[in-house]
């Protein structure tokens, strides 16, 4: 059986859905604490039954509830055959992180196992992982697991997010709509399980890497407050890589569902932002630290950390590992050799092929180390059906062949390749006996290697004696600048892989250094290191979750949106959404009512070429001003013949032109000009600087207008129109510093315009206007969306504390979008605004308006 919810999202999504297979009936595993009665069949993502997190709480304090494709467990059968053996992979991360959350906070893990579970036992599976490991297994059927594992995430995801193109077929898979609704569909698995164990009032939910990148839609249409963060533990690509991805808008929307999203470097994170900016329209914002997208009223954090190393687990390791003589043992083994250590997955993005051939140059270059310097070479097994795996594997080893044959002789071999599963045990001694770990990956997200070495060359005290049982503190690095723990290892030595001569070069420099150089460079590495450890980075994120959902439960919330579309408006409780009922309401009791709108944004869509008004928009205002009661203002930064040709038809409309330098007053032909400036001469100075931004930013111009110069930069590149503009507004102030004028920035604008020039001044003259001329306003209307705006919702905030207006005057200060304003109340786009428009226009066209007119009213 399938959910109406996962056929509503992949209908929406591609249009089709796969089969999902034969659904057996399961008991409940966790009835204690679910918070939706009825099955998870019920469990529906339909808005109708949305949550908005006020079910009770069944826990007393707060829980992590970490999601991930994996378990930290190993699991195995017993030789009877008869049992599955469960135990904690020690080596995860997910497993390791529970350091850094507080003690009494519960974590409980959902995810799914490596191994296969035959269907009759996955209930007592289950329940065993339940009650001993506090663990949730995702059990997916097998025609989804391969779509969506092998294909989309290793075929599509991991190969662009290391970027690698599909040109052609043997360079990754083409998109495949299967795969894609695949991976739909087990991430819609993994939101069930998570449903099932939630209490959203009490539980932080911590999703882990690119598998599950659109679980977050899935559980904020279930629960809109819910405290939710992700975390990338792969690199994120630029935006001219991630742009080529057909679901591309589908996945950053279902990640922005999240409150926090976690990256390990600043690139990462900055190419992410960038794609929000490209593709979505969004800014970020720095604040005391912080960065932060603002969507639909809620702020997303994002959050630079790189993950660290379990310390604890490292040195309990090496111990053991020199108990068991293993670290003698090589070192007898590699007695008067310079091993050079290199640990990495089998993987194209590895580049172990690289550092073998740099290896091979720097024999070749410095033929002293022949005979002396050793590279050790380990190969973990593959995790996936990664693309060109098979060819990866036997360029290696060709090289190794060719390289030991060219340069080794009998008793030594300059490359040891080990290709089988190494112990942590082993591991660790290779580390603790290496001069050096060399890194050669083209892209890689995090490799925790140079870590772990750096650890383990410090060595390891007993605990009961105090003694140093490993050699001196000293250790060496060579990494690729692409990958992402190289930022924070500022003592070693960054290369270009592909660069194989400068490779070579930086692998020699580093066992020729100082001894004393080198123990300068280990101790710095060492002290980032130890004290930004795996707890330390779980906690960081944790107290950025807490810190950027604080307002979570004071907010009003609720979810619009169709499909992956789908999200959440959040908003302070004093400010809502207009409306029209209330409106019309204080309309039709006003007897003298003051309407301020503005135009581009407002009553025309912002992103509209022609600027012309619809016979629609001219037939509102028209009726409005049409109403004796009404004064009816257009205020407006545009130009006056702009704004008189456009609006010419209506003739007892007043209009506000360049932010209130011109004012034409309704039946009024005449323009007034404001007596606040005159002197202009600072145009002279502007203009030039606005010229040079122009001329080197393309898709920019310049409007010039008789109190203000714009520029303009809607049609350049979003990201270089963006900083171009930081840059010309500063630039500006600087030059402009001491005239009477304002630099302010708009959207897509920045202008120059008198400082005595804005629309809040404009609409404190109209209303003192109408109170002189006996028709002081007891209702008001004002709507604008950009910046200029906010002026005029703030005298209208202050009128009635300034006497300005009445204590008894209606107020609606209506901002267009839901975003940070001084208005109290919004709405969402111009068709709103024109729908709210046309009710009070109706009303009067209607007869009980007529009568009241009639009856002698002002």
């Not at 900083?723 to 030059?735: C, F, G, I, R, Y």
Request: net charge negative; aromatic share 10%; proline share 4%.
């Amino acid at each position: 059986m399938m959910s109406r919810s996962y056929t509503n999202l992949l209908d929406l999504a591609s249009g089709n859905f796969p089969v999902m297979g034969r659904e057996r009936e399961r008991r409940r595993l966790l009835p204690r604490v679910m918070t939706v009665p009825g099955s998870i069949a019920e469990l529906d993502d339909d808005q109708a039954h949305s949550v908005a997190s006020d079910n009770p709480s069944s826990l007393a304090s707060d829980r992590m509830i970490i999601v991930a494709n994996q378990l930290p467990l190993k699991a195995k059968r017993r030789q009877d055959n008869k049992a599955w053996v469960f135990s904690w992979d020690e080596d995860s991360v997910l497993s390791q992180l529970k350091d850094g959350l507080p003690e009494d906070m519960e974590v409980l893990y959902i995810g799914s196992l490596r191994v296969d579970v035959d269907p009759i036992e996955q209930d007592d599976v289950a329940q065993l992982l339940l009650d001993r490991y506090k663990c949730v297994p995702t059990f997916l059927p097998p025609n989804i697991l391969e779509k969506f594992y092998d294909g989309f995430c290793k075929k599509q995801l991991w190969s662009l997010f290391h970027y690698m193109l599909p040109f052609s077929a043997d360079n990754g898979r083409r998109f495949d709509r299967s795969m894609w609704e695949a991976y739909v569909s087990a991430n819609k698995l993994f939101s069930q399980k998570v449903i099932e164990v939630l209490n959203p009032e009490d539980d932080f939910v911590w999703i882990h890497d690119y598998h599950l990148m659109v679980l977050p839609t899935f559980l904020r249409r279930r629960f809109n407050r819910l405290r939710m963060g992700f975390f990338l533990h792969s690199p994120w690509p630029s935006s001219e890589i991630y742009r080529t991805l057909p679901v591309r808008e589908e996945i950053l929307k279902a990640l922005l569902n999240c409150d926090l999203i976690g990256f390990h470097t600043f690139d990462y994170a900055r190419h992410f932002l960038s794609c929000c900016s490209r593709m979505l329209g969004l800014e970020y914002q720095s604040k005391r630290g912080y960065i932060g997208l603002e969507y639909y009223g809620r702020t997303v954090g994002v959050k630079i950390m790189p993950v660290g190393v379990h310390m604890g687990q490292i040195e309990s390791v090496m111990k053991l590992a020199d108990k068991e003589g293993k670290v003698e043992e090589l070192r007898q083994k590699y007695e008067g050799k310079t091993v050079f250590l290199g640990v990495d997955d089998m993987d194209i993005f590895k580049g172990i092929d690289l550092k073998l051939l740099a290896m091979e140059q720097m024999l070749k270059q410095h033929p002293k180390w022949l005979g002396r310097a050793v590279l050790v070479q380990i190969a973990n097994p593959a995790r996936g059906k990664g693309i060109g795996l098979e060819e990866a594997q036997v360029e290696i080893r060709e090289s190794c062949k060719r390289i030991n044959e060219e340069y080794g002789k009998p008793g030594y071999e300059p490359i040891i390749f080990i290709d089988r599963p190494v112990s942590i045990n082993e591991k660790i001694a290779y580390y603790s006996i290496a001069e050096c770990v060399v890194v050669t990956a083209v892209r890689d997200g995090m490799n925790l290697t140079p870590y772990e070495y750096i650890v383990c060359r410090q060595g390891a005290l007993d605990t009961e004696s105090g003694t140093d049982l490993s050699g001196p503190k000293k250790s060496m690095l060579v990494v690729s600048e692409f990958i992402g723990c190289s930022p924070s290892l500022s003592g070693a030595i960054r290369v270009n892989p592909w660069n194989v001569e400068a490779t070579a070069e930086a692998m020699n420099e580093a066992i020729s250094m100082e001894e004393a150089e080198k123990q300068l460079r280990h101790e710095k590495h060492y002290k980032y290191v130890s004290t930004h450890d795996v707890a330390y980075w779980s906690r960081s994120f944790m107290q950025d979750m807490e810190r950027t959902c604080a307002e979570h439960f004071r907010r009003r919330c609720w979810g619009i949106g169709l499909g992956f579309g789908f999200r959440v408006v959040a908003l302070d409780p004093n400010f809502r959404k207009l409306s029209i009922d209330a409106i019309v309401s204080e309309y039709c009791r006003a007897k003298s009512r003051a309407i301020l709108l503005d135009y581009d944004g407002t009553v025309m869509p912002q992103n509209s070429l022609n600027k012309t008004p619809s016979a629609e928009v001219i037939s509102i205002l028209n009726r409005l001003c049409g109403d004796p009661r009404n004064t009816v203002f257009i205020v407006s930064g545009r130009g006056k013949d702009s704004l008189s040709k456009w609006l010419s038809p209506c003739r007892k409309l007043g209009i506000a032109a360049e932010h209130g330098y011109f004012l034409r007053w309704p039946q009024n032909k005449e323009w007034e000009t404001s007596n606040q400036s005159s002197e202009f001469g600072w145009k002279q100075m502007a203009e030039p600087v606005m010229s040079l931004y122009t001329e080197s930013t393309d898709g920019s111009s310049i409007e010039k207008k008789e109190s203000a110069l714009v520029w303009k930069y809607r049609d350049a590149d979003p990201g270089f129109g963006f900083a171009q503009a930081k840059e010309l507004l500063d630039h500006l102030e600087s030059v402009l510093a001491n005239e009477a004028v304002a630099v302010k920035s708009g959207q897509f604008i920045v202008e120059v315009r008198p400082q005595a020039l804005t629309k809040g001044l404009v609409a404190e003259k109209i209303f003192t206007s109408m109170a002189e001329n006996g028709k002081r306003a007891d209702f008001v209307l004002c709507i604008g969306d950009d910046r200029s705006d906010e002026d005029m919702f703030e005298i209208i905030g202050n009128a009635v504390s300034r006497n300005i207006l009445s204590s008894y005057t209606s107020i609606f200060a209506c901002t267009v979008g839901q975003k940070p304003s001084k208005a109290k109340y919004y709405l969402d786009d111009t068709t709103e605004v024109i729908t709210m428009l046309e009710s009070l226009a109706e009303f009067a066209d209607s007869p009980a308006s007529s009568e009241e007119d009639s009856d002698g009213s002002p």
